[in-house]
């Protein structure tokens, strides 16, 4: 996969010093050394993005996969950053629902930054609380975080009544790059 993605970085005329791949449960995560990581990035992490999907693309043909796998590649720490803003923002919108007990949905996101969420959040001690879904479909689906107990409450209400208003708010996720 490293030798792949080298021969496709000198096609594309984009500056590397080296790949390195670690994996990490299902998803294999790969660096990209550069001395100019934002030629790498482009404009809000465009070619990142562009050459991930070609990448998972020719693999998946190559090795005649049914999906293409689960690749994030990264330059300087990009994605790490990204993830780790997601992070804190759960955090805070987890301090929100405890507060207010309404239910808050982030602005939508790729399934990566969801899975980051999702995950997040479930693995977080002190957070069991917490509950998290995805809802809407494509490009615009989104995390709703609110409180467990709220299921109870759901199946003891009747039909029609309203639950807690689910509160969007501008969260910081709207530019995500992946």
Not at 13 to 21: K, R
Not at 130 to 157: C, M
Request: charged content about 30%.
């Amino acid at each position: 996969m490293e030798e792949i993605l080298a021969e496709l970085l000198k096609t594309l005329s984009l500056p590397f010093d080296s790949i390195s791949s670690k994996k990490e449960g299902d998803m294999t995560r790969v660096d990209i050394k550069s001395e100019r990581p934002s030629a790498l990035i482009g404009w809000h992490g465009e070619t990142l993005n562009a050459v991930q999907h070609v990448l998972k693309s020719i693999i998946r043909s190559q090795d005649k996969l049914d999906r293409a796998p689960f690749l994030l590649l990264d330059t300087d720490g990009y994605r790490l950053s990204q993830e780790e803003k997601v992070r804190k923002i759960a955090a805070s919108k987890v301090d929100f629902v405890r507060r207010t007990g309404s239910r808050v949905t982030l602005s939508p996101m790729s399934p990566y930054f969801r899975r980051v969420v999702h995950t997040f959040i479930a693995g977080t001690p002190g957070y069991e609380d917490i509950a998290t879904e995805s809802v809407g479909e494509g490009d615009y689906r989104q995390v709703v975080v609110r409180l467990k107990k709220e299921v109870i409450k759901e199946q003891q209400e009747e039909l029609g009544e309203e639950l807690s208003p689910v509160i969007s708010q501008d969260d910081g996720l709207e530019n995500l790059d992946v």
